[in-house]
Structures are given as structure tokens and as C-alpha cells.
């Protein structure tokens, strides 16, 4: 039997990690499991071909963006705090689509939800797509949701759970 007690959402802050997040929160409240909240940085390094060691970075640029993605996984987290789900956040440095999958080990994920842009052609080929690798290679169930289309904010936040709750009821219960 399937046992869901946490949901991993990965976030990268972007319009379509936010029905993500709704829709975990909506099958977390059905399946009494808590969310944990996930963002995979990376530390940007520059390449200098006169040094022996190619890949440069500083640590204090590398602090900043620590800390700058742990004050928005917190302001995320506390945005949805009061829909009686515990939500704990998770920050981990590296490739992004590797990370969702270790962290989903690590934290013992029964579901992951997460958001696509839904990019095609060159801006795909050049960016990669994070949620079709996870999906291709995460032995955990993964649902995605696309970005949503330009429309009010009030039915954007909804999209998440009305999308939860048809998958719950048609093919979970």
C-alpha cells in the first residue's frame, strides 16, 4: 500500500512553482502528510583560463545567495502556513534536478509536485528542463503542473487545488 506522510515541492520561486505548492498542500491535507518546501541553488563560477584552478567563485557571493534563498523559502513557507499543513523548508546547493531527487530520498517523499515553465525549442535546448528530468529519473511519483496562463490572481491560486482535488478523487481514493 502507497503511504504518503511528506510531500516534497520544489520551488524556484517562479509562477509555476506556486499552484505546485497549492496542489501539495491540498493532497497533503487529504492524506494528513506535511510539505517540505525545497529550493536547489546554484553558485555561479567563473572561468579564468590564466589560473590552474579554473572555476572561481567567492565565498562571500556564495553566502548572499544562501541567504537570499533562505529569507524567500521561509517567506513562502509562511504565506501558506495557516492552511493546517506543516510545511519545513529544505535548502540544498547544486543541480537542480539531482538535488529533488536526493532530497526526496533523504527526506522519505512519498509524491513529488513541482511546476513547469513549459519551455519548447531553443529556450528548452538551452535551459534543459528540471521537471522532465526529475520525472524521468525519480523513482518517487512526480505530478507537474505548467505554468499558468495570464489569468487573475484569485483563479491562479485555485488552479493548484482544483487540479489536487480531481487527482485525489478520480484516482487516488
Given amino acids: 500500500m502507497w503511504t504518503l506522510k511528506r510531500i516534497l515541492v520544489p520551488t524556484?520561486?517562479?509562477?509555476?512553482?506556486?499552484?505546485?505548492l497549492d496542489?501539495?498542500?491540498t493532497i497533503a491535507k487529504k492524506f494528513e502528510?506535511?510539505?517540505?518546501?525545497?529550493?536547489?541553488?546554484?553558485?555561479?563560477?567563473?572561468?579564468?583560463?590564466?589560473?590552474s584552478h579554473a572555476n572561481i567563485t567567492t565565498g562571500e557571493l556564495a553566502k548572499d545567495i544562501e541567504q537570499g534563498a533562505l529569507s524567500a523559502l521561509q517567506t513562502a513557507a509562511s504565506s501558506r502556513g495557516d492552511r493546517g499543513v506543516p510545511i519545513t523548508t529544505k535548502l540544498a546547493a547544486g543541480v537542480p534536478w539531482e538535488?529533488?531527487?536526493?532530497?526526496?530520498?533523504?527526506?522519505?517523499?512519498g509524491l513529488v509536485v513541482m511546476g513547469s515553465r513549459g519551455l519548447c525549442g531553443l529556450p528548452r535546448a538551452l535551459l534543459g528542463s528540471t521537471a522532465e528530468r526529475v520525472?524521468?529519473?525519480?523513482?518517487i511519483p512526480v505530478l507537474t503542473f505548467h505554468e499558468p496562463l495570464p489569468v487573475s490572481e484569485e483563479e491562479q491560486s485555485a488552479v493548484g487545488a482544483?487540479?489536487?482535488?480531481?487527482?485525489?478523487?478520480r484516482w487516488l481514493i
Fill in 23 to 25: 496542489a501539495g498542500i
Fill in 99 to 109: 538535488q529533488i531527487i536526493r532530497s526526496a530520498k533523504e527526506v522519505g517523499a
Fill in 33 to 51: 502528510a506535511a510539505i517540505v518546501l525545497l529550493h536547489v541553488y546554484r553558485v555561479p563560477v567563473y572561468p579564468y583560463p590564466t589560473t
Fill in 162 to 169: 482544483r487540479a489536487a482535488n480531481d487527482l485525489v478523487e
Fill in 12 to 20: 524556484d520561486f517562479s509562477k509555476a512553482s506556486e499552484p505546485a
Fill in 135 to 139: 520525472v524521468r529519473y525519480s523513482p
